[in-house]
DNA sequence: CGCTCCACCTGAACGC
DNA sequence: TGCGTTCAGGTGGAGC
């Protein structure tokens, strides 16, 4: 489901549960990715402090000396529910109800997305977080840091910038509209990329995803935010799942191709 | 080590 | 209607 804006808007409306307490947890007996490393029913009497991101995971910060871990894989939903009127749906794994008469609960058919809970003081420590690479939205993420990166990479560009060793968030949906909006074959290898080009696409990076959060995240199957509501920047690919349709920029067809086991969609007049 | 492929899952869409 | 195939916003490990 969800790449950095989706997972950034899940963030905001989140930061609604500051300050309540965890009254019970529920837990479906499916395994999820993952197992958590301590036991989710230490959560019960806790408060929730405060509501980060770091990636694609979200960082539920307790009272304690606990944080929750959070990924939400390809089909995940985290959603606030009124306690009083929800009911366990197919599919809901991990149910906390807290204070103020609310229930987030997180649902995930595919399962590819996990809840762990570890000690906050260990987050540093953590192995997942500790490869990641630079938030596309920092100033770190500048041309001079992806020309670093890229000038021994072999492979495609579109590949590449999905590594998220290299610049965390960036899926399958925002490489693909940012390769189009800087003009870039997705089929370039990373190490072709001229300076002038590198600087096109971070800004162009950059732009979408900032433009992608203002409109609250893409919806296509599965992704909600945390009020239930969906996003609205799928209403601006001018790419991504737009095959045969007509290139905005010129009269020739998008077209789709495969690269690495993903889809990739692209013009192949504009793009060089 | 760098790179590609594939498993992990369910469900929706589509072809026959 | 039904059954088989393919594909989907991600990630990390196996294998070359």
Do not use: W
């Not at 690479?133 to 100033?139: A, F, H, I, R, T």
């Not at 992806?146 to 949906?173: A, C, E, P």
């Not at 074959?185 to 203002?214: C, D, G, M, N, Q």
């Amino acid at each position: 489901m969800p790449e950095l804006p989706e997972i950034e808007t899940i963030r905001r409306g989140l930061i609604q549960t500051q300050g309540q307490k965890i009254q019970k947890i529920l837990r479906s007996d499916k395994k999820m990715r993952i197992n958590s490393n301590l036991d989710l029913s230490a959560l019960e009497d806790k408060k929730i402090n405060s509501i980060a991101r770091r990636a694609r995971y979200l960082i539920i910060n307790f009272d304690k000396n606990y944080s929750l871990i959070i990924h939400l894989g390809m089909s995940g939903r985290l959603v606030i529910k009124d306690s009083s009127t929800y009911q366990i749906q197919k599919h809901d794994h991990f149910i906390s109800y807290l204070d103020n008469g609310k229930c987030l609960v997180l649902n995930d058919p595919r399962r590819f997305g996990f809840v762990d809970l570890i000690y906050s003081s260990e987050i540093k420590n953590y192995k997942t977080l500790s490869y990641l690479g630079c938030e596309p939205l920092s100033d770190e993420f500048n041309p001079d840091y992806l020309l670093q990166k890229l000038k021994n990479k072999s492979t495609n560009i579109k590949t590449t910038m999905m590594d998220n060793k290299i610049v965390v968030g960036v899926g399958n949906i925002y490489i693909n509209e940012s390769l189009f909006n800087s003009r870039i074959s997705p089929l370039r290898s990373a190490k072709s990329l001229k300076k002038s080009e590198i600087k096109k696409l971070v800004f162009a990076i950059k732009k979408i995803l900032t433009k992608a959060i203002e409109q609250g995240g893409s919806s296509i199957n599965d992704y909600v935010d945390s009020a239930g509501n969906l996003g609205n920047f799928q209403n601006n690919f001018l790419v991504y799942g737009r095959n045969q349709a007509k290139c905005s920029a010129c009269s020739d067809n998008i077209i789709k191709i495969t690269q690495n086991g993903r889809s990739s969609f692209y013009c192949q007049s504009c793009q060089n």
